[in-house]
């Protein structure tokens, strides 16, 4: 049952009542691997759905453009002061709706249409606001793209400088979405000095570590950071901008007007909610077992002969090229998810396949980890994973992976749902 109860929802619109509760059910049954998602905790959930979704609030505390205020201005404000007091920084804008246009105001504060960026290419683990030519940021923007090394699978911080110096971008974006490695924030701060840009980290997939202090944080080295709240971090579909003081009016000025409308004021609450939770003890034991967790699976992985990028991984997120497997990532995740392991295909480096037909797999711990699984369960986890990969279309191997996987994780309670009494 869905938990909190969804009684109206069910009376209102069974069809709908119905597709939420097997997708509950869904997320209790399966070993969710997806690098980006998680599970949020039942407070959050509350507060997504709460009566702020009737609100309407333009502006920003103190200067809105609605009356009604009284309880959104304090609510917006405990979310900025906790984002602050949480990541160390002097500023913080909790309004963006997801992470995308949290990016593009990053680009509406400080370029020009035209201007140069540079970012990690996208099938190299950078994401699409990073300047990737489908993106609105590749087509208004003079797009420079650096890339990881062939035989390290690593960003390469001297190839990173040299590119920057020769091309002399306007902006540069460090961090993406399938990136094993930990980012050397300082190193691209300098890079940033010297050649005069503007440094943005894009912390989307890995701002709960951070907040947990199990990665590096990039305050105090990148002039702006963007961040997704609902990855690690484990809040609402949402994201955050962070930034010194100096930057602070360009980048309120970007997400409002520059950008959007009315900020989503249920989700603010719920941010501010998951950044209570980050700021307790047992976040960083979380992030801390993330960590713990990717790395023992990616050492599993590797014992039983997975290609992984970059050897292994520092964060939640482990990158696996299949090519010495002969399956290709897209077949392997399906059949995967049809044995009760959630995860998604992805490009390698220097993929030489198509986007759509990639060759790797790319699979995070942040999920699992909420679940309370620890590293003791990753060799078997891996074990399961390797016995689909060499099985993919023996559907008797796929069910029967399945039910050991929903035997394991009834063990393991998540919050939003839990089995009928
Ligand atoms: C997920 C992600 C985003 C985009 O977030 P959405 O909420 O999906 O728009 C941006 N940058 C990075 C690095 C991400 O991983």
Same mark, same amino acid.
């Given at each position: 049952?869905?938990?909190?109860?969804?009684?109206?929802?069910?009376?209102?619109?069974?069809?709908?009542?119905?597709?939420?509760?097997?997708?509950?059910?869904?997320?209790?049954?399966?070993?969710?691997? %997806?690098?980006?998602?998680?599970?949020?905790?039942?407070?959050?959930?509350?507060?997504?759905?709460?009566? =702020?979704?009737? &609100?309407?609030?333009?502006?920003?505390?103190? &200067? /809105?453009?609605?009356?009604?205020?009284?309880?959104?201005?304090?609510?917006?404000?405990?979310?900025?002061?906790?984002?602050?007091?949480?990541?160390?920084? *002097?500023?913080?804008?909790?309004?963006?709706?997801?992470? +995308?246009?949290?990016?593009?105001?990053?680009?509406?504060?400080?370029?020009?249409?035209?201007?140069?960026?540079?970012?990690?290419?996208?099938?190299?683990?950078?994401?699409?606001?990073?300047?990737? +030519?489908?993106?609105?940021?590749?087509?208004?923007?003079?797009?420079?793209?650096?890339?990881?090394?062939?035989?390290?699978?690593?960003? @390469?911080?001297?190839?990173?400088?040299?590119?920057?110096?020769?091309?002399?971008?306007?902006?540069?974006?460090?961090?993406?979405?399938?990136?094993?490695?930990?980012?050397?924030?300082?190193?691209?701060?300098? %890079?940033?000095?010297?050649?005069?840009?503007? !440094?943005?980290?894009?912390?989307?997939?890995?701002?709960?570590?951070?907040?947990?202090?199990?990665?590096?944080?990039?305050?105090?080295?990148?002039?702006?950071?963007?961040?997704?709240?609902?990855?690690?971090?484990?809040?609402?579909?949402?994201?955050?901008?962070? +930034?010194?003081?100096?930057?602070?009016?360009?980048?309120?000025?970007?997400?409002?007007?520059?950008?959007?409308?009315?900020?989503?004021?249920?989700?603010?609450?719920? %941010?501010?909610?998951?950044? &209570?939770?980050?700021?307790?003890?047992?976040?960083?034991?979380?992030?801390?077992?993330?960590?713990?967790?990717?790395?023992? !699976?990616?050492?599993?992985?590797?014992?039983?002969?997975? @290609?992984?990028?970059?050897?292994?991984?520092?964060?939640?997120?482990?990158?696996?090229? !299949?090519?010495? &497997?002969?399956?290709?990532?897209?077949?392997?995740?399906?059949?995967?998810?049809?044995?009760?392991?959630?995860?998604?295909?992805?490009?390698?480096?220097?993929?030489?396949?198509?986007?759509?037909?990639?060759?790797? =797999?790319?699979?995070?711990?942040?999920?699992?980890?909420?679940?309370?699984?620890?590293? *003791?369960?990753?060799?078997?986890?891996?074990?399961?994973?390797?016995?689909?990969?060499?099985?993919?279309?023996?559907?008797?191997? !796929?069910?029967?992976?399945?039910?050991?996987? /929903?035997?394991?994780?009834?063990?393991?309670?998540?919050?939003?749902?839990?089995?009928?009494?």
């Amino acid at each position: 049952m869905h938990e909190p109860a969804v009684p109206h929802l069910q009376a209102a619109d069974p069809d709908i009542a119905g597709l939420v509760e097997a997708e509950a059910r869904r997320q209790f049954e399966k070993i969710r691997l %997806i690098a980006s998602e998680n599970y949020v905790s039942s407070a959050v959930l509350e507060a997504t759905g709460t009566v =702020l979704t009737n &609100k309407y609030s333009e502006g920003y505390a103190g &200067k /809105r453009y609605y009356e009604g205020q009284q309880n959104v201005d304090p609510i917006e404000t405990l979310a900025i002061e906790r984002a602050k007091a949480l990541f160390g920084a *002097e500023h913080a804008n909790v309004q963006p709706y997801s992470g +995308s246009p949290a990016n593009l105001a990053v680009y509406m504060a400080f370029l020009e249409p035209g201007d140069k960026v540079m970012g990690l290419a996208l099938p190299m683990g950078g994401h699409l606001t990073h300047g990737w +030519s489908v993106s609105a940021t590749g087509k208004w923007f003079t797009p420079v793209r650096y890339e990881v090394r062939r035989d390290t699978g690593r960003v @390469d911080m001297d190839e990173v400088r040299d590119l920057a110096l020769k091309e002399r971008p306007k902006l540069i974006w460090c961090g993406g979405t399938a990136i094993p490695r930990t980012i050397d924030f300082p190193a691209f701060a300098e %890079i940033a000095r010297e050649t005069g840009a503007v !440094l943005a980290a894009d912390i989307a997939h890995i701002a709960g570590l951070i907040a947990g202090g199990a990665h590096p944080s990039p305050v105090g080295h990148a002039d702006v950071i963007t961040t997704t709240t609902h990855k690690t971090l484990r809040g609402p579909r949402g994201a955050m901008i962070l +930034s010194t003081a100096e930057h602070a009016k360009a980048i309120d000025k970007a997400v409002f007007p520059g950008l959007q409308g009315g900020p989503h004021d249920h989700t603010t609450a719920a %941010i501010a909610v998951a950044l &209570k939770e980050a700021a307790e003890p047992g976040f960083a034991a979380y992030a801390r077992q993330v960590v713990a967790n990717a790395k023992a !699976l990616a050492a599993a992985l590797a014992e039983r002969g997975y @290609d992984l990028i970059s050897g292994g991984t520092d964060n939640h997120l482990v990158l696996i090229d !299949l090519t010495n &497997k002969g399956v290709a990532g897209k077949p392997a995740a399906q059949a995967l998810d049809r044995a009760g392991i959630e995860l998604n295909y992805n490009a390698v480096p220097f993929d030489p396949r198509k986007p759509f037909d990639p060759s790797g =797999l790319r699979l995070g711990t942040g999920a699992i980890t909420t679940r309370g699984l620890t590293e *003791e369960r990753m060799p078997r986890l891996a074990a399961w994973i390797d016995e689909v990969v060499r099985n993919v279309s023996d559907e008797a191997v !796929l069910d029967r992976v399945a039910a050991e996987i /929903r035997e394991l994780m009834a063990a393991y309670p998540m919050p939003g749902w839990a089995p009928a009494p």
